[in-house]
């Protein structure tokens, strides 16, 4: 599967942005899907992922009640609503795709998009 990862950019602290990730190739329903963050001289963390379904979404704590993830697999797009942006919220985002399930590792994931950038202004 292919994922090209968008919507990313500048924002003033508050704000809200709104990530998407486009899936082609293979079925796009039977994957699990991650978001995941990188930030200059950081390690790549896990945001959030979803199950094939939809019915499952996890959250790193920090992100809890301000990012929701979402998927519309008739669109074979998942969603990363992000709100009250905060500037250590700065990072490049990275959307990816697990064959085995939801995860919070990066290693449990297979394929991944380019990545987009976030960059929230004080």
């Known amino acids: 599967v292919q994922l090209q990862a968008s919507g990313g950019g500048l924002v003033q602290a508050g704000g809200s942005l709104r990530l998407s990730c486009a899936a082609s190739?293979?079925?796009?329903?039977?994957?699990?899907m991650g978001w995941f963050r990188q930030a200059p001289g950081k390690e790549r963390e896990f945001v959030a992922a979803?199950?094939?379904?939809?019915?499952?979404?996890y959250y790193t704590d920090s992100m809890k009640g301000r990012f929701t993830i979402s998927r519309d697999n008739a669109k074979n797009t998942v969603y990363l609503q992000m709100n009250s942006l905060k500037p250590e919220d700065t990072a490049v985002y990275y959307c990816?795709?697990?064959?085995?399930?939801?995860?919070?590792?990066?290693?449990?994931?297979?394929?991944w998009g380019q990545g987009t950038q976030v960059t929230v202004s004080s």
């Open positions: 990816a795709a697990a064959e085995d399930g939801t995860s919070y590792h990066a290693y449990n994931y297979d394929y």
């Open positions: 190739g293979r079925t796009f329903s039977s994957y699990c």
């Open positions: 979803i199950s094939w379904s939809g019915g499952r979404t």
